[in-house]
């Protein structure tokens, strides 16, 4: 197993290691797996996982990135194709299917596969059956699909962008990645993880330990990057550390610059009238206040709001929470028990 995916086993929260105990059960079944999850939760890192833990351990696990290609090369780069197919097809290709044949293919961003797309890897899903661009030729291969997405399936194959039957068939059953937020121990575990990693990288005698402040910052902080952003911050901290005493800072947002120059120069507008504010997130989103002319469970209603008005504070504060308690007038622990209590 290689130690990028040793990474996905670091952590002692109840919420990821329930997800590790459900890796292994599925793991050993041959069965199509969905693994979702926000973006940089470690999605590919999980479906590496359930590669290295089943029968195909020592057979080919094959990614791709489907977002990374564009629409014309999808089924060309999943199918491969035949000399004369097309345009600079001057000899036969196999596709990822051929190659990831009796092991795993993992295909990542997969909701943003075409509808002609979907049609076809629901033939190779359910019948393990196609046909390379420009072939007449029926290929058969045995290959474990993994597919990851970080948006809601269901919800998007309600509006037409997905098809309901692979949907169906790519989830025999589905690991929902939690969040870095949802797994406050394992922020530490991560941080001196990727800090001895970097200092090594780095040729440093020793291995860098956190300050408190330091430590209490990232804590603190919401991670909305996940693990991912976790690793750029820590290795940054890393790498500008001094080489005496302890890591004392962290910077979350490298673009941080009173000098940071105008995206909207690249339009020929202001940000302003780009429509982007110094708020995050719009106020719009949020229907903060209920119409008390209808009838209404006005304790149930305070608590939508109340969850509503802590969403907006810990966006405009870039999820650090102990700026957004104080951004409410509120103390740490006050902010941490509204969180705890809406799940947030």
């Given amino acids: 197993m290689s130690s990028e995916d040793q990474i996905s086993a670091i952590g002692g929260s109840h919420v990821f290691l329930d997800l590790l105990d459900q890796v292994s059960k599925i793991a050993v079944l041959d069965r199509p797996v969905l693994v979702v999850g926000e ?136 690991l929902t990645v939690p969040p870095l937020r949802a797994r406050h121990g394992d922020i530490m575990l991560l941080a001196n993880h990727f800090a001895t990693r970097m200092a090594s990288e780095l040729e440093y005698v020793s291995s860098p330990i956190f300050s408190k402040n330091a430590e209490a910052a990232l804590q603190d902080h919401g991670w909305p990057g996940n693990v991912r952003e976790l690793k750029n911050v820590v290795e940054r901290a890393v790498y500008r550390w001094p080489d005496e005493g302890p890591v004392e800072d962290i910077i979350f947002d490298p673009f941080d610059s009173p000098w940071r120059p105008d995206a909207g120069a690249a339009l020929g507008v202001s940000k302003k009238e780009a429509g982007f504010g110094s708020q995050p997130v719009s106020q719009d989103k949020y229907k903060l206040m209920p119409d008390a002319r209808q009838p209404l469970d006005l304790k149930k209603s305070l608590q939508t709001v109340e969850k509503e008005l802590v969403e907006v504070a810990l966006s405009f504060n870039k999820f650090n929470q102990r700026d957004t308690a104080k951004h409410l007038s509120m103390s740490y622990d006050q902010l941490r028990h509204i969180l705890k209590k809406h799940g947030l």
């Fill in 39 to 174: 973006r940089g939760t470690g999605k590919e890192l999980v479906a590496s996982r359930l590669h290295f833990l089943s029968r195909r351990w020592d057979r080919a696990f094959v990614k791709m990135n489907c977002a990374s290609l564009a629409e014309s090369l999808i089924e060309s780069e999943l199918f491969g194709y035949e000399a004369g197919a097309f345009t600079g097809a001057t000899r036969q290709r196999a596709g990822r299917f051929e190659v990831a044949d009796n092991g795993t293919l993992f295909l990542d961003e997969v909701a943003s596969l075409s509808a002609s797309a979907q049609e076809k890897l629901l033939r190779v899903v359910e019948y393990g059956e196609f046909d390379r661009v420009g072939g007449n030729q029926t290929i058969s291969v045995d290959v474990r699909v993994v597919a990851a997405a970080n948006v809601d399936l269901p919800e998007l194959a309600d509006m037409g962008g997905f098809r309901h039957d692979l949907l169906d068939r790519l989830a025999f059953d589905v």
